[in-house]
C-alpha cells in the first residue's frame, strides 16, 4: 500500500530518493529524482521530470500524486 504525501503543486513538488510521482491517467510512475541525467516522463507525458535541471512538469495536477517509496 502506497503513502501519499499532500502537497501543493504551487508550493512546489516534493523531491526524495525515495519520493516517486504517480500519473492517474496512464497509471505510470516517475522517480522524483531520476538518475543518469536523463528527462523521466509517463507513457501519456502528463509527468515529466528533468533530472539535469531539477525541474518537474505536470499538464494537470489533479491527475498525479507524490508518494513514498
Same mark, same amino acid.
Request: proline share 4%; glycine share 8%; hydrophobic share 30%.
Given at each position: 500500500?502506497?503513502?501519499?504525501?499532500?502537497?501543493?503543486?504551487?508550493?512546489?513538488?516534493?523531491?526524495?530518493?525515495?519520493?516517486?510521482? !504517480? @500519473?492517474?491517467?496512464?497509471?505510470?510512475? $516517475?522517480?522524483?529524482?531520476? &538518475?543518469?541525467?536523463?528527462?523521466? !516522463? @509517463?507513457?501519456?507525458?502528463?509527468?515529466? $521530470?528533468?533530472?539535469?535541471? &531539477?525541474?518537474?512538469?505536470?499538464?494537470?495536477?489533479?491527475?498525479?500524486?507524490?508518494?513514498?517509496?
Amino acid at each position: 500500500m502506497r503513502q501519499y504525501i499532500a502537497f501543493d503543486p504551487k508550493q512546489g513538488y516534493p523531491a526524495a530518493k525515495n519520493i516517486a510521482y !504517480e @500519473c492517474l491517467i496512464c497509471g505510470g510512475v $516517475v522517480s522524483s529524482m531520476p &538518475g543518469n541525467d536523463e528527462n523521466w !516522463e @509517463c507513457s501519456c507525458r502528463n509527468i515529466r $521530470v528533468d533530472g539535469d535541471a &531539477g525541474r518537474v512538469s505536470v499538464r494537470d495536477h489533479d491527475k498525479m500524486k507524490a508518494f513514498y517509496r
